[in-house]
């Protein structure tokens, strides 16, 4: 198949869950013997080092001077004679991931369009501007911005494929009247265990000889990812008389407030070694506010050890069992921890998640590459 994988990201810069799945979907589908060019915000001699030849740059930067500045839309002003190479091409499938990649593909008309969702748009948004404090007048009109381009990737894309099942119920909610063509065109498919990204190691470490009880991977940008709920929790225990050896990674622009106020824990900022610290760790926390599919719940699923997560979004379509997510409260969080280090509960967690570990063990690029063969377009 001729396939052109587009994204407005720099898939060499800051590695997020959504850039490792772009990148590993492009070098499977390379190597599947697919005719693949790639176009992204990448230096092209960086990519170039990487052993990417077939790419061209996307342009992110600079301003327009029109009336309209929204991000999406500068880039897609910026980008005409992209779009227009892409269009003159004829791909049999057009790869683009959530909708600021896919809403200037959408706008020329461009066919064959593979609308990835990989969040749920209108709610991380929602989220972000509370925690700027944004006027509600201006955070009200990019509200509506992002839910009109979001309905019209549903609309002009060929297909659109999810992650989990949460997402497409939220895009079918906020775009009702397009529900039966949403439903017509959509495909899930949940992520895999990656072992590329982390490797196993349920065998070679003793739990009790583990450097952390309890480690939380997100960021510190806005609350999304529930740091502040996590804190509040480690607070409440250590109120209870449960000392804990707390480790958080990730970085962003509350980091410093938080290592200046929580001198109990030990916050590393972003790291690339993720895996070392999971592997240090015996439990895993996922307080999620929003997120769709987790990649840090796989990442603790392949390494062996337990993991809990809020009963929000899409977690509990990967930790199915009640059992292992708790209620987005300070009170709820502090209770599942200790319930799960309990020696007796916590062996009954690890011989259960390792399971389910088995069962998100597939080829996620072969999935993939079954989902685009099996609707493959001819012109």
């Known amino acids: ?204 470490i003793d739990r009790s000889q583990c450097s952390f009880d309890v480690i939380f991977v997100g960021n510190f940008d806005d609350s999304r990812k529930g740091y502040q709920l996590f804190i509040d929790a480690v607070q409440l225990l250590k109120e209870r008389g449960t000392k804990l050896k707390i480790v958080m990674l990730g970085g962003g622009k509350y980091l410093d407030v938080c290592i200046q106020k929580y001198r109990d824990i030990l916050f590393t900022g972003f790291v690339n070694n993720v895996g070392d610290y999971i592997s240090q760790s015996r439990l895993m926390v996922v307080p999620s506010y929003a997120d769709s599919c987790p990649n840090t719940i796989m990442e603790a699923l392949q390494v062996g050890i337990p993991v809990i997560g809020a009963d929000s979004s899409g977690i509990p379509e990967i930790l199915t069992n009640a059992e292992w997510r708790f209620a987005l409260t300070p009170e709820s969080l502090a209770d599942k921890i200790q319930n799960i280090l309990k020696s007796e509960n916590y062996a009954a967690c690890m011989n259960e998640q390792r399971k389910r570990a088995d069962e998100l063990t597939f080829d996620w690029g072969q999935a993939i590459e079954n989902i685009l063969c099996e609707q493959r377009l001819v012109y």
């Open 1 to 204: 198949m001729k396939i052109c994988m587009f994204s407005i990201g720099d898939i060499y810069g800051k590695q997020t869950g959504g850039i490792k799945r772009f990148k590993e979907l492009y070098f499977y589908l390379k190597k599947a013997g697919h005719d693949v060019k790639l176009y992204c915000a990448t230096d092209i001699e960086i990519l170039k080092k990487n052993g990417i030849t077939e790419a061209e740059s996307v342009k992110t930067d600079g301003r327009y001077k029109g009336f309209l500045r929204i991000p999406s839309y500068v880039i897609y002003k910026n980008n005409q004679e992209i779009y227009k190479k892409i269009s003159n091409e004829k791909y049999d499938c057009v790869i683009s991931f959530d909708v600021p990649s896919t809403i200037g593909l959408c706008l020329k008309g461009i066919p064959n369009i593979y609308y990835f969702v990989r969040q749920d748009l209108i709610q991380y948004r929602k989220i972000q501007y509370e925690n700027m404090n944004m006027k509600p007048l201006k955070k009200n009109i990019l509200l509506i911005a992002g839910w009109i381009m979001e309905g019209i990737c549903v609309r002009k894309s060929y297909k659109i494929v999810s992650q989990c099942k949460y997402d497409l119920n939220q895009i079918k909610i906020r775009h009702i009247f397009c529900k039966w063509m949403i439903k017509k065109k959509s495909i899930i498919q949940i992520n895999n265990i990656n072992p590329s990204w982390i490797k196993k190691c349920v065998n070679t």
